[in-house]
């Protein structure tokens, strides 16, 4: 069965740290794009970090550049979102999604994992 299963999310005051991590199961994270999406109470979901293995790009938007970052582990075909310095603005549910290729939509993914909220608040 083909699945993606994020985890990690929680409860963070500004400032702090999470590390979300997005596993996969039933195929090869490691030959797909990697998408990292968020989507906010009353607001459209938003692309935040793409990897793209076949060129080893990284795509990251403007609002997160210098405090996110994505990192792989091929041998747990999982891939992670580190979140630094993270601002209440940040609070979402993120989301993972793979495709052939960065960037893409939020809606234009293969396949895309059920969520894991984070919460930045004080």
């Known amino acids: 069965q083909v699945q993606l299963v994020e985890s990690g999310g929680g409860l963070v005051q500004p400032g702090g740290s999470l590390r979300l991590s997005c596993a996969a199961s039933?195929?090869?994270?490691?030959?797909?794009?990697i998408g990292w999406f968020r989507q906010a109470p009353g607001k459209e979901r938003e692309g935040v970090l793409c990897?793209?293995?076949?060129?080893?790009?990284?795509y990251t938007a403007d609002s997160v550049k210098g405090r996110f970052t994505i990192s792989r582990d091929p041998a747990k075909n999982t891939v992670y979102l580190q979140m630094n310095s993270l601002k209440p603005e940040d609070t979402a549910v993120y989301y993972c999604?793979?495709?052939?290729?960065?960037?893409?939509?939020?809606?234009?993914?293969?396949?895309r994992g059920q969520g894991t909220q984070v919460t930045v608040s004080s």
């Open positions: 990897y793209s293995p076949s060129d080893g790009n990284t």
């Open positions: 999604a793979t495709k052939n290729r960065c960037p893409f939509g939020p809606y234009e993914y293969y396949y």
């Open positions: 039933g195929f090869t994270l490691a030959a797909y794009a």
